[in-house]
């Protein structure tokens, strides 16, 4: 079992910068795949991007470009930097970690945090 905590969520006017932190209590490389989520109100969730052991990376198209996901080992702690932000970005972001390979968003991730709200004003 591991417990996830996101934070950095905020408040932030289009086009602005955030950097969402999500700290793990295990070893975040004990994790083949580790992802950010994100669900805006009356919507399903959808992923954001992924990253593996070996760092390699997966973007949902609406956030290619603006968006960089990355982790820390040494921390225990995954990072998404979000730049260029925009109102559609808004929703509550979640952070989740997969004990198997294949780190796409559509698979299913095992563990996940509370969440951590992010909402863009135009």
């Known amino acids: 079992q591991v417990q996830l905590v996101e934070s950095g969520g905020g408040s932030v006017q289009a086009g602005g910068s955030l950097r969402l932190s999500c700290a793990t209590s295990r070893a975040i490389y004990l994790y083949p795949c580790m992802g950010w989520f994100r669900q805006a109100p009356g919507k399903d969730r959808e992923g954001v991007a992924t990253?593996?052991?070996?760092?390699?990376?997966t973007y949902a198209d609406s956030v290619k470009g603006r968006f960089t996901i990355a982790k820390d080992n040494a921390k225990n702690t995954l990072y998404l930097q979000m730049s260029s932000l925009k109102p559609e970005d808004t929703a509550m972001y979640y952070c989740a970690a997969r004990t198997s390979w294949e780190c796409g968003a559509g698979r299913e991730y095992n563990f996940w945090g509370q969440g951590t709200q992010v909402t863009v004003s135009s």
């Open positions: 990253i593996d052991t070996f760092d390699s990376t």
